[in-house]
C-alpha cells in the first residue's frame, strides 16, 4: 500500500518535475557549458576552455562590477534583516489594527520592482522630497542618483524598502512559536527588555535569520531591475552591478559565452558565501 501511494505521489509530482528540469536545472547546465565556448548568435560555437574565466580575470571592468556589487550586499544584506527584526518585534504583539500594519508593511515585497524604481527615482532627484528634506534640515541636496558616491547607498534604501516585508513574514512567523511561558519567567526573574531578547529570543531565531542572510544575500548579488530602471549602471559605472555586466555582455554585446562566464562566477560565489554564513550562523542547527 505505501509503494502504490509512493508511486500515485510521484505521477502527480511528475509534471512539476519535468518542467523544473526543463526550465531550471537543463539552463543551469547549458550556461555552466556556454562559460566554455566562444557562442554568439548566428554564428558558429566553438570550445574555448578556460579562454572566458581567464578574459574575465584580466577585465578590470568585471572586477570593478564585483566591488560594487560586494559593496551594496554588505549594506543591503544586514539592513534589511534589521529592518525586518524591528518591524517584526513591532507586530509581534496584538494591538487594535496590528492586521492593517502586517499588511501594509509587507505591501513593498509585492510592488513590482520597474514602479518602484520608477517612484525612487523621482523621490532621489534633484527636485524630489528627499533631496528637499535635506535642504530644510541644512543637509546637501541635489540628486543622490546623479551622486557617484551616493548613487549605491540610494539603491540599498530601495532594496531595504522592497525586501524587509518578506524578512518581517518569516521572523513573524518564528517568533509566534516561541513560548510565552519563557519570557514570562525571564521577566519574573528580573531580566530586562534587551536579556530577554538576546537569552531567549535571539537563540530561537538564529535558524529564521540564517535563512534570511543566504535568501538576502542571493537576492542582492542578482539584483537588476532597479540598477536598469534608476541608474542604467551610472553614472560613470558608480552602480555598475555584475548581473548588468552579464546582461550588457548577452543582449548589447551578444557574448554569449563571456555572459556565462560571468555568471558561473556569481554562481560559485554566491554558493561560497552561503557556505560561510553556514558555518558561522547555522553550526547550531
Do not use: C
Not at 549594506?75 to 494591538?95: K, Q, T, Y
Not at 529570543?201 to 540598477?227: H, N, Y
Amino acid at each position: 500500500m505505501r509503494r502504490r501511494e509512493a508511486r500515485i505521489g510521484l505521477l502527480f509530482v511528475l509534471p512539476v518535475l519535468l518542467l523544473f528540469l526543463a526550465f531550471r536545472f537543463g539552463p543551469a547546465i547549458a550556461g555552466g557549458l556556454l562559460a566554455f565556448t566562444d557562442y554568439t548568435i548566428g554564428a558558429e560555437t566553438s570550445w574555448t576552455g578556460l579562454d572566458n574565466l581567464q578574459r574575465m580575470v584580466d577585465d578590470p571592468l568585471f572586477w570593478r562590477a564585483l566591488r560594487t556589487t560586494l559593496i551594496y550586499s554588505v549594506l543591503a544584506v544586514p539592513l534589511s534583516i534589521l529592518a525586518a527584526l524591528g518591524m517584526a518585534l513591532l507586530v509581534r504583539r496584538s494591538f487594535r489594527g496590528v492586521k492593517l500594519f502586517r499588511s501594509m508593511f509587507f505591501l513593498p515585497v509585492v510592488t513590482s520592482l520597474v514602479l518602484a524604481g520608477i517612484v525612487f527615482t523621482w523621490i532621489f532627484s534633484a527636485d524630489g522630497p528627499w533631496s528637499s528634506l535635506l535642504g530644510a534640515v541644512g543637509l546637501p541636496s541635489g540628486s543622490w542618483l546623479s551622486d557617484t558616491t551616493l548613487v549605491v547607498p540610494a539603491l540599498v534604501i530601495v532594496a531595504v524598502w522592497t525586501r524587509f516585508g518578506f524578512g518581517m513574514l518569516i521572523l513573524l512567523a518564528r517568533l509566534q512559536d516561541i513560548p510565552r511561558e519563557l519570557e514570562e519567567a525571564a521577566l519574573t526573574d528580573g531580566a530586562n527588555a534587551w536579556h530577554r531578547f538576546r537569552y531567549i529570543v535571539l537563540p530561537e531565531l538564529k535558524p529564521a535569520l540564517f535563512f534570511l542572510a543566504v535568501i538576502e544575500t542571493t537576492v542582492s548579488f542578482q539584483v537588476f531591475d532597479t540598477v536598469y530602471v534608476m541608474t542604467g549602471g551610472g553614472p560613470a559605472q558608480s552602480s555598475y552591478m555584475l548581473v548588468f555586466q552579464l546582461y550588457d555582455q548577452a543582449f548589447r554585446y551578444f557574448d554569449f559565452g563571456y555572459a556565462s562566464a560571468i555568471g558561473l562566477a556569481l554562481f560559485v560565489m554566491t554558493l561560497v558565501v552561503a557556505l560561510i554564513q553556514r558555518l558561522t550562523l547555522g553550526r547550531d542547527r
